[in-house]
């Protein structure tokens, strides 16, 4: 293969990964926004899952919403490393806190939720770490 | 290697042991001190507007109405109440039941002057149709143990059916004297004994299940609650933020690829 069609199939390679990568950035905010506003009805007490004193209940309402925190919270962390690694730059530290936050004052309403979306967070974010470690 | 098994086998007999006399204790309980918070007024109207954090000062209390203390397994399970403002004092009861089976049902309670629970005030609601929520607040003395009905009812009383769920709600004044001596004066610095009473049928004293509570009085020691911020204007302001923050990195995926393209071309 000659040098110039060897380059031009490599330049053809990186487009097809940032056009990949692109689209990920796009559904995966997408799918969190989606997240995001469904956390807002249930988190922000618009909606009821459950109206109920039952134990039972309740606990399965707060584990829904911590479940909505945290999907929010995948896909957000899939989309900001996707759009890192188009500009070039690594998700650092800042952000993912930046996220954690904006995750974990979600559940601002309901103590129960919050330390379970805490011990969640703290969980995925050990489990990532470990992962890039490796 | 017997030996261990037979000591995790005894350690956790005890333990379930342990764990049954502690909810035995707790069934057989009848008896309760309750201090009442200090609240914003609630509407009497039956429902418990969650929305508006409506009854959300209050202690909230889970209790049972036995119909024999003797056999405390047939107790009626409720969740209780108790908040009072400056000038009255709010008792809200909340159970499940099945509505057509009780349609002549009534909730209500007795008062005591003493600790000792010698009854002398009746506040009743009484309904004459459940299902069509028709009901009726009823204020009685007692004498000897015979129901009478006041000659000027005091308080306020109503009730809600939804779904399954029934709420009661009771306000009545503090501070007053009742020249007419129908009523319990509640005073400040006592403690009155009240006993919540159900029934079935619209027949007083007969047939009632109930829990003898005692309950004291705060008043005067009033301080004006701090007006709730509205659900909604927190909710706003919270996931307004976070909003604004995804949209700016909507916008700023939206200039990359703006960029992005830019360069290709």
Redesign the interface.
């Known amino acids: 293969m000659s040098k110039i069609k060897k380059e031009n199939h490599l330049k053809k390679n990186q487009?097809n990964d940032?056009k990949f990568a692109?689209k990920s950035?796009?559904r995966s905010?997408v799918l969190?926004?989606i997240f995001?506003i469904v956390s807002?009805l249930f988190n922000?007490?618009?909606l009821?899952i459950f109206?109920t004193?039952i134990l039972l209940w309740n606990f399965i309402d707060s584990i829904i919403k911590v479940v909505f925190i945290m999907l929010f919270f995948i896909f957000m962390i899939i989309s900001?490393g996707n759009?890192k690694e188009?500009?070039g730059k690594p998700l650092n530290f800042k952000d993912i806190i930046?996220l954690s936050v904006?995750s974990l004052?979600?559940a601002?309403r309901n103590p129960i939720v919050f330390i379970f979306t805490l011990a969640g967070l703290l969980i995925l974010l050990a489990y990532l770490y470990l992962l890039q470690d490796n | 290697m017997k030996r261990p098994t037979n000591k995790i086998l005894i350690f956790t007999i005890i333990i379930l042991i342990s764990l049954s006399s502690i909810t035995l204790i707790q069934n057989v309980k009848c008896s309760t001190t309750l201090i009442p918070t200090i609240g914003s007024t609630p509407t009497i109207d039956g429902v418990i507007d969650?929305q508006n954090n409506e009854w959300g000062g209050a202690n909230k209390n889970?209790l049972y109405l036995y119909q024999n203390l003797s056999l405390p397994e047939n107790g009626l399970p409720i969740?209780l109440w108790i908040m009072q403002d400056q000038t009255s004092l709010f008792i809200s009861i909340?159970f499940e039941l099945d509505p057509i089976e009780h349609d002549e049902e009534f909730v209500g309670f007795l008062i005591s002057e003493d600790e000792l629970g010698d009854y002398s005030d009746a506040r009743l609601i009484q309904f004459s149709n459940m299902s069509a929520g028709e009901f009726q607040y009823l204020d009685y003395y007692i004498n000897n143990s015979v129901f009478i009905l006041d000659d000027d009812s005091n308080g306020e009383g109503a009730a809600g059916l939804d779904g399954n769920k029934i709420t009661y709600e009771y306000g009545t004044p503090i501070e007053i004297n009742d020249e007419s001596a129908q009523d319990v004066w509640f005073q400040t610095q006592f403690t009155y004994n009240f006993s919540i009473i159900f029934g079935k049928t619209p027949s007083y004293p007969e047939g009632i299940l109930k829990n003898n509570i005692l309950i004291e009085i705060q008043y005067p020691i009033f301080t004006p609650p701090n007006p709730p911020i509205d659900?909604l204007i927190i909710?706003m302001i919270?996931?307004g933020?976070?909003?604004l923050?995804?949209i700016y990195?909507?916008n700023?995926?939206r200039k990359?690829?703006d960029k992005?393209k830019r360069l290709?071309s």
Do not use: A, P
């Open positions: 487009v940032d692109f950035v796009i905010t969190g926004g995001f807002i922000g007490e618009i009821e109206d004193s900001m759009y188009l500009t930046l904006l004052i979600q601002f | 969650q889970s969740d909340q659900k909710n919270i996931f933020v976070i909003g923050v995804f990195y909507v700023s995926i990359m690829r992005v290709r």
